[in-house]
C-alpha cells in the first residue's frame, strides 16, 4: 500500500510522516454527484436537438432550459449556446459572453452555462463545465457554504469582490494577482474543481491520465498560484495594501493562501488515490509523475 502511494503528486509534494492523515481523511469525491453528471449531460443533449440556433447580428444562439431533481432539490439548468460563423468571431465571443464557464447562484438554485460552437460544431466541452458547476449544487443542496471564503457575510463579500475583480477586464494585475488567489484556493471551488479533475480522469483514454492531471483546471491554478504568492512574498509594498482592503493583515494572508495551497495539493493527491482505487487496471508507475513532480518543483 505504501508503495502504491509513493506514487501519487501529494507525496512528492508533501512529507512521508503525513501519509497516515491522508489516507484517513474522506477521499473528497462523492459518487452520486458522478450519476447525477450523466443524467444531466444526457438530458442536455435530448433538448439541444430539439432547438434551432437563431440569427442575432454576426452570430447566432439558442437557449436550453430545463429542471431536474437533484438531492431532493429542483434545480433549474440554463445553458447558453452561442454559434460563431468562423474561429475570429468566435474568440470575439469568448471574451463577450464567458464561453467555457458557468455560474451557480445558490439563492434561486440556478445553474448557468455557457456553450461555444463553430458553424454548429461544439468547441467548449459541455461536461467539463457542468462537472464543475453539479459539485457546487451538491455543495449547496447539501447546506454546505458556496460563493463564499470562510463563514459569514464578511467571507461571502471577500469571494464576491474577488470574482468581480477577475471579471473585470479593466482590473490591474497585483488586483488580479491578489483575487486570483483568493478565487481559485477557496476551499468550495477547490473541491468543485477536484470533482471535476476525477470525472476528466474516469473519461481519458487509458494512458493519458498523466496528461490529463497536469492539464487540468485544479493543477494549472495550483501551479500558477504557488508562483502569484512568491511575487507576493517577494514584494509585499506593492501587495499589502491592496491585501488589506480584502479585510486581511498581510502575514495572515500569506499563511491563509500557504494552507489552501497545502490543502489543494493535498485534495489532488487524494484524487489520484480514489481514481487508482476505482480503477485499478490503470495503476501508475512512478516513471509516470516524473513530469508532474518537475513542475512543482521548479515553484517551491
Known amino acids: ?9 501529494y507525496l512528492m509534494e508533501e512529507q512521508t510522516s503525513e501519509l497516515n492523515n491522508v489516507i484517513c481523511e474522506e477521499l473528497t469525491i462523492n459518487n452520486s454527484v458522478t450519476e447525477l453528471l450523466k443524467k444531466i449531460s444526457e438530458k442536455f443533449t435530448e433538448e439541444f436537438s430539439k432547438k434551432s440556433f437563431e440569427r442575432v447580428r454576426n452570430f447566432s444562439y439558442k437557449k436550453i432550459e430545463f429542471t431536474y431533481y437533484c438531492f431532493n432539490t429542483i434545480v433549474k439548468f440554463v445553458f447558453n449556446c452561442y454559434n460563431a460563423f468562423n474561429a475570429f468571431e468566435y474568440e470575439n465571443l469568448k471574451k463577450s459572453f464567458s464561453i467555457g464557464n458557468g455560474q451557480t447562484n445558490e439563492t434561486q438554485k440556478i445553474i448557468t452555462i455557457n456553450l461555444g460552437f463553430i458553424s454548429g460544431t461544439q468547441q467548449t466541452p459541455c461536461i467539463d ?46 488586483d488580479f494577482i491578489v483575487s486570483f488567489l483568493i478565487y481559485t484556493q477557496s476551499p468550495n471551488e477547490v473541491d468543485a474543481f477536484v470533482n ?3 470525472e476528466q480522469l474516469v473519461a481519458s483514454n487509458f ?3 498523466i496528461k490529463t492531471i497536469s492539464k487540468s483546471q485544479v493543477y494549472s491554478y495550483y501551479l500558477t498560484s504557488k508562483k502569484y504568492l512568491n511575487i507576493i512574498i517577494n514584494n509585499r509594498i506593492r501587495f499589502e495594501k491592496i491585501i488589506n482592503d480584502f479585510g486581511w493583515k498581510y502575514n495572515t494572508f500569506v499563511k491563509i493562501i500557504q494552507k489552501a495551497l497545502k490543502r489543494t495539493i493535498n485534495k489532488i493527491g487524494k484524487v489520484i488515490i480514489k481514481f487508482y482505487k476505482d480503477y ?17 518543483k521548479n515553484y517551491e
Open 280 to 296: 485499478p487496471q490503470r495503476k501508475p508507475t512512478e516513471i509516470c509523475f516524473n513530469n508532474l513532480t518537475d513542475k512543482i
Open 207 to 209: 494512458g493519458d491520465e
Open 1 to 9: 500500500m505504501k508503495h502504491f502511494l509513493d506514487n501519487t503528486i
Open 196 to 198: 471535476q479533475l476525477y
Open 129 to 174: 463545465v457542468l462537472r464543475h458547476e453539479e459539485h457546487h449544487i451538491f455543495q449547496m443542496c447539501k447546506q454546505k457554504d458556496i460563493n463564499n471564503w470562510g463563514k459569514g457575510k464578511k467571507g461571502k463579500d471577500v469571494y464576491l469582490k474577488a470574482s468581480e475583480i477577475l471579471q473585470d477586464n479593466n482590473s490591474n494585475n497585483n
